[in-house]
């Protein structure tokens, strides 16, 4: 049987000659630390979408990483903050009680939406007429994840409108996948999530009218308790915010999503 030798990537080679036993992820990860302990340095593990993680227990693996090799460092990084927090935060879970910094990114303003591009396209060499930015933040918003794709798209070569027609096509699709990952698990409450959501894309509403426009429409009384349920697991996974007692989708590429899609 045919024996890996060295594991290479991104200037950094890992030397597993002398690994007798079977490799696993414990073998690369320690080697990993200790080529970043010889160099001074640290090797950074980074996950997107790490809500995920724990439906495949990896994250036993990141606490194994955390308690025993100092020089990885762990980054988590994802949209389903409430589904993130969780994983750290249940007792029950490997990684509670670890020590950690949270960084919260949020939804610009339109002048800081505006700003961002007109700065990220200077830094690249690229002049857009702030008429053009003005238009693609109605589009887009201040989404932060969606400007910079934009950005990318502009950024290898594309016109502005043809890189706002990437984003918009691309990020339904994708955010078509995450809706449909959440409402697969929902099972007899599909219909009442997109109802929810439905009546969020046309616009913010107090909890009262949700409840009130969900009963006409479905011709029966819902349970209050019910209702709280749907808006909470709909903040747990991002999909929705509330701010002084409003619920809103925040994500205009959503909004867009549950009115052509659903």
Do not use: C
Request: aromatic share 10%.
């Amino acid at each position: 049987m045919e024996h890996i030798r060295a594991v290479t990537f991104m200037g950094m080679r890992i030397d597993l000659s002398e690994v007798k036993d079977e490799i696993d992820y414990r073998t690369l990860l320690r080697e990993i630390n200790s080529w970043a302990k010889k160099k001074n340095t640290f090797f950074v593990l980074a996950i997107d979408e790490a809500q995920e993680v724990a439906k495949i227990n990896f994250d036993k693996y990141l606490a194994f990483v955390y308690d025993n090799l100092t020089r990885i460092k762990i980054i988590l990084a994802g949209s389903q903050v409430g589904v993130i927090s969780k994983i750290l935060e249940d007792p029950r879970k490997p990684l509670f009680g670890r020590a950690r910094v949270e960084i919260n990114t949020r939804r610009l303003t339109r002048e800081q939406a505006i700003g961002f591009l007109t700065q990220g396209f200077e830094e690249a060499g690229i002049r857009i007429d702030q008429n053009i930015l003005s238009r693609i933040v109605n589009k887009l918003d201040g989404v932060i994840g969606w400007l910079t794709l934009f950005g990318w798209y502009v950024a290898q070569g594309k016109d502005p409108d043809e890189a706002l027609n990437l984003v918009l096509s691309n990020g339904i699709k994708l955010v078509k996948n995450e809706l449909d990952l959440f409402l697969e698990t929902r099972g007899i409450g599909r219909r009442r999530y997109i109802l929810v959501l439905k009546i969020l894309a046309e616009g913010p509403k107090r909890w009262k009218e949700i409840k009130e426009i969900m009963e006409i429409k479905l011709r029966r009384r819902i349970a209050n308790n019910q209702i709280t349920r749907y808006l909470t697991e709909l903040i747990k996974y991002g999909f929705i915010e509330k701010r002084e007692n409003l619920h809103y989708i925040p994500d205009p590429l959503l909004r867009e999503t549950i009115m052509k899609e659903y």
